[in-house]
């Protein structure tokens, strides 16, 4: 894990220096503003960050729900069901943030653009009285974005919360299924364990995706 995590740290570390002075030279051209280094810095954050752990580990979720089912079936079922609740949870946070984070990000990014553009015509707005206009404009679109971002922030609080309630009774299903099967004496108390380990183990990046779902839609 600490190796993997530092080779990200790398990674993206040299993806920022390939791209950023490129992305700089063009935003300079095209008049565009630190817009484009602020993206940059977006997908380096992301690609280093733990939601970017979580989707190299995703590949391997059905290893992990495969070895619960080689220890009992029961035990397979039940992490498959809280595998596909999790996914499930997954894509109602994508849909109910999408939308408002998305306009979130083009409202503060105008009333970014606008306020460097302001800026580099700050002696004219000075001398020509505009300036409790134009903070009036700014602070209207940055309010919205703030208002956007706020929806999304509730409703994917509303889905971590779910989230987390609901791995908590995946592990309490799992051992009970277990302690069952141990009465059955069709287990052993260490692979009961065991199954709740590697579960556990495995349903670990759904979790992890749907809590930093926000910084993959700005990356994206």
Do not use: C
């Amino acid at each position: 894990e600490l190796v993997r995590s530092r080779l990200l740290v790398r990674m993206s570390a040299r993806f920022d220096a390939q791209l950023s002075e490129l992305v700089f030279q063009h935003g300079l051209s095209a008049g565009r503003g630190s817009q484009g280094l602020r993206d940059v810095d977006a997908l380096r954050s992301f690609s280093a960050g733990p939601t970017g752990l979580a989707l190299l580990d995703a590949p391997w979720i059905p290893v992990y729900i495969g070895l619960v089912y080689v220890l009992h079936p029961v035990l397979g079922h039940v992490a498959l069901v809280g595998g596909i609740a999790l996914f499930l949870l997954g894509l109602w946070n994508e849909r109910s943030t999408r939308v408002p984070l998305a306009e979130a990000g083009r409202e503060l990014a105008a009333s970014q653009q606008f306020t460097e553009l302001s800026s580099r015509n700050a002696e004219v707005v000075r001398a020509m009285g505009m300036l409790p206009g134009l903070t009036r404009v700014w602070r209207q679109q940055h309010d919205l974005g703030l208002g956007l971002q706020g929806i999304a922030s509730d409703r994917a609080a509303n889905v971590a919360s779910v989230t987390k309630s609901l791995r908590m009774f995946l592990q309490v299903a799992i051992l009970g299924a277990g302690a069952w099967l141990v009465i059955q004496q069709q287990l052993t108390a260490g692979v009961m364990i065991a199954a709740s380990i590697i579960m556990g183990r495995g349903l670990a990046p759904l979790e992890s995706a749907i809590g930093g779902w926000r910084g993959f839609l700005q990356a994206r």
